[in-house]
């Protein structure tokens, strides 16, 4: 959006019209606006378009009278209010007014309570926010018509040149065009309802309460200070006006809300249980409800956000969970956006083509955060056993915007309590501290994560294989790990795939780790073994990911005879005899590598492999002893896990690599991939590589930074194995940060090494470590800081002058 936006006077020619579905309404210059919703977004959205051009005739239909609202308070970031200072300036101070600021978050288990400072917050009471938009849409002349329901969407978008659809989660609008808009709605797994205090709490508090029913949380922050001349009284004002007040939600999950009997709770009871059950955070004090009423929250994502002249705003377009406190921030941006974009595009098409791609990402990064947020409240009871420190930087790094350094530069004090805790030595980032798996112990928490090069030729890695992971050897990582190595010719993916079922293949890959131990002490080089399954037989991944040989196809074989995508081989379901031939081929494997001298093996039993194939209900729909339920789908992964350990050195440590979900229905799911690590760490395995999806191609991954680690953070809590957790985890912040919290033992990262070999060492320096969790090769030392560059910055200037333009006021005073 525009750094700012200034107030237009009426337009002078209309642009050109664009071919819309209502030929006869402006698409070019809107001048009649209709706005379904009173809520913020909504009003904000009519008191900037009104203010951009006064001549434009705005009416906003709301169904409840001015001092009906939802809620309590309402807070907004400082970037939210810097637009909102640059747009309207009337606005801004009237907000600036009315805040309660505060910079500490509580966080309050098992009765200690941890405090961080440094945050920086703004609250206001949501009436009083609605109270000065209405007084601002009043004086700018926006017609709002209370207690009235909107006419239909197809009669507005018919006699408007736009209407804005600001009608909340449960959008009329939104379900009248549901076959346009194609609107997901998720419900997720806790209750909550929104209840107040008369009392401003001091920070934003997070108390956690173990009950006999199971876990509860509060949620509370400030949104009014007392007045400084308040005294008792005896009118009708309003108790906030006089104490101060916060926001108090209360959370849990619906089968906890229903053991301890909200289910059939008055309200009242309700709120009074409530008051009980948090009483040391209430100070004895009561609750107090605004219509307040037990919901679950419903995560709405649209596929499109307009249709013709209708546009979606603030929640009917999208939700975020109230944890991350973003669902007023993200409508008044909304509208922010949606204003500044009809004032730059020539047409209202155009605009809100434009609205929809700038706000769509910014939207989304949110949503995945609060996603993040949500999810760990709701799983909360796999983290209360954590150290008191560790449990609250769990907490604050939950959704993963803020994280490790980020909180040291907010309160650095409550950051170090918090590595002492864990162990960390002084001036030593989490990601340095050694970690021990059986008899290897690795000096850092660092893993370059399996890659296929697919540069192989007859399996034998070459000098580009001993070059790729000579120099990630040399980066500095804990332990890299080869690419998947195949236990047979026919269990290749591709021509160029390395393999270890040879002696030959076997020699070629002791060169490498030779070189790694010589040359490299103290990393670790892990191998991965695995077979393709139905996945096999297909181009080198830059000639066609996934897609069949022209020419010179291997038969291949599977738990069931799928084909992987339409036009893939059909593979052959394996025989009880081919079972065991494969299962021989895996130990034969393992024993060559044991014989190459590799630190460590891990089974690959994810992304739709051979192994993989067995455990997912979608890829094995066998009826014998190895299909059917998961402890049938587990006996030949098993059967292979026990057979390499039998062979593989006692000392030296075993791991599997899983995908923990699908992405797809009916595929694993979280729950089963906890079942499925229970069993292979009966078996023996030292640590779980969690990953996700690569099962099936119609597969709709949930993308975001660092997204497959909650699969790991629950394995480890609920199985008690260290885990690995891998996917878009990409700087050396979001390590220490996973780590420190204790959402994962290792963190292995892929491309991040292939655009940095010497990753770890780079995130070393960066951070001003020199330590025994990482070391530079000696003919590389010279280079152990960063290289000196030219001055990028300038002189400030001693003074500034501006010159301001002074408009003439509109004829609203504004």
Known sequence: MPADVRDKGARGTARQATTHPHPQIDTSHPQRIAIIGGGPGGLYAAALLKRLDPTREITVWERNAPDETFGFGVVLSDETLGGIEHADPV?????????????????????????????GFAALGRKRLLEILHDRCRTLGVDIRFRTEAPGPDHLSATHDLLVAADGVNSSTRRAYAHVFRPQVTEHHCRYIWLAADFPFD??????????????????????????????????????????????IVEMREEVWRAAGFDG??????????????????????????????????????????????????????????????????AVEDALALAACLEEQPDVPR????????????????????????????????????????????????????????????????????????????????????????????????????????????????????????????????????????????GRITPGCTGLYTGRQAEAW??????????????AIGVQLGHSGRKGSTKLMWEGMDEPLPDGNWPLTAASPLPYKPG???????????????????????????RADFDLLELHCAHGYLLSGFLSPLTNR??????????????????????????????????????????????????????????????????????????VAEERPEFGRSYQTPFA???????????????????????????????????????????????TLHAAAEQGYDGPGVAWPAPYRAGSRRPQTGRTDAPKPRLSLSTVTRLPRDSHGS
């Not at 996917?727 to 491309?751: E, H, K, Q, Y």
Request: glycine share 8%.
């Open 203 to 248: 920070a934003f508090r997070f108390e956690i309460a173990e009950t006999e029913h199971g876990v509860m949380q509060l949620h509370g922050y400030p949104y009014a200070r007392p007045s400084p001349d308040h005294h008792p009284s005896t009118g009708p004002s309003e108790p906030q006006n006089q104490f101060g007040a916060s926001t108090v």
């Open 351 to 490: 605009a809100l083509a434009a609205y929809e791609e700038e706000r769509r990402p910014v939207v989304a990064s949110t949503q995945r955060a609060a996603l993040a947020s949500l999810e760990w409240f709701e799983n909360v009871r796999l983290h209360l056993d954590q150290p008191p420190r560790q449990f609250a930087f769990n907490l604050l790094t939950r959704s993963r915007r803020v994280t490790h350094d980020n909180l040291r530069l907010r309160d650095a004090g409550f950051t170090e309590a918090v590595e002492r805790e864990f162990g960390c030595p002084s001036g030593t980032p989490p990601m340095f501290t050694p970690f021990r798996l059986r008899g290897l112990t690795l000096r850092n928490r660092v893993v370059v994560s399996p890659m296929d090069m697919y540069s192989a030729v007859d399996g034998v890695p070459g000098d580009f294989h001993l070059v790729h992971l000579g120099a990630r050897a040399l980066g500095g990582a804990g332990l890299v790990m080869t690419e998947m190595v195949c236990v047979s010719e026919e």
């Open 622 to 695: 066998r009826t014998d002893a190895y299909g059917g339920s998961l402890e049938k789908r587990l006996r030949f992964p098993l059967e292979v896990f026990d057979a390499v350990r039998a062979v593989w050195p006692e000392e030296k440590p075993l791991t599997v690599r899983i995908s923990a979900t699908d992405w797809a229905e009916g595929g694993t799911t979280a729950e089963d991939s906890v079942g499925i690590a229970r069993a292979f760490a009966a078996h023996g395995a030292d640590a779980i590589d969690v990953s996700t999806g690569q099962v």
């Open 713 to 759: 953070d629950r394995i480890r809590h609920e199985v008690g194995v260290p885990v690995i957790a891998v996917g878009a985890i990409s700087s050396w912040d979001d390590v220490n940060s996973l780590i420190l919290a204790g959402r994962t033992d290792l963190c292995a990262l892929a491309r991040p090494h292939l655009y940095d070999p010497h990753w």
């Open 568 to 594: 893939s081989q059909t593979p052959r379901e394996l025989s009880r005899a081919q079972l065991t031939d494969i299962r021989e081929q895996f130990a034969a494997s393992a024993w060559r590598a044991a």
């Open 265 to 330: 709770a008055t309200p009242q009871e309700s709120i009074e249980r409530c008051a009980k059950i948090f009483a040391d955070a209430l100070g004895g004090r009561p609750l107090r409800s605004n219509n307040s009423a037990w919901t679950t929250f419903r995560t709405v994502v649209n596929e499109r956000w307009s249709h013709g002249n209708v546009v979606l705003l603030g929640d009917a377009a999208h939700t975020a969970h109230f944890s991350i406190g973003s669902g007023t921030k993200l």
């Open 510 to 523: 002791k060169r490498i780790t030779d070189f790694v131990h010589s040359q490299a002490p103290g990393t």
């Open 91 to 119: 606005v801004y101070t009237a907000l600036q007014s009315n805040f309660t600021r505060w910079d500490d978050i509580d966080i309050v288990h098992r009765g200690t309570r941890q405090t961080s400072g440094g945050h």
